[in-house]
């Protein structure tokens, strides 16, 4: 899987999709993380999250539940940019395999659609270190659009 193995989003999804997750809201989850959009294609998005102190567990390396968090909000695009609807997606199911600590280095996470159902989408995650490049986590995930 490359991100040039998906094709780049129409100019009205990727004008919409621009914003996220930044769509008028004050605050959420996701924007109290510090989620960063890098890349979203159809069927593929990148997003990252800074490393920061705040999102480590007491032994200094990025807490799980962050990393889980990263894994779904990463879905949201792969998976909503087809929809002209925004907040219609839901995460029926989440699995996600640990590999490898993520100290002092962002996390990058890359989720794709594997397959895509009237009204259920499946996709596969994966997170590694930006620095180091190890794959930290692997993830599936299933969403009712």
Known sequence: MRPEDFPPLPADKAERWSRFPHWGQEMNYNIHLGFVVEEIRQEYARLRLPVRWEVNQPAGIMHGGAIAGLIDI???????????????????????????????????????????????????????????????ARGSLVYKV
């Open 74 to 136: 990463t879905a949201v695009p792969a998976v909503g940019w087809a929809s002209d609807e925004t907040g219609r997606l839901v995460t029926i199911s989440m699995d996600v395999q640990y590999l490898s600590a993520i100290r002092d280095e962002d996390a990058v996470c890359e989720v794709w659609v594997t397959k895509r159902g009237k009204s259920i989408v499946f996709c596969a995650a994966e997170v590694h270190g930006v620095t180091s490049g190890t794959l930290c």
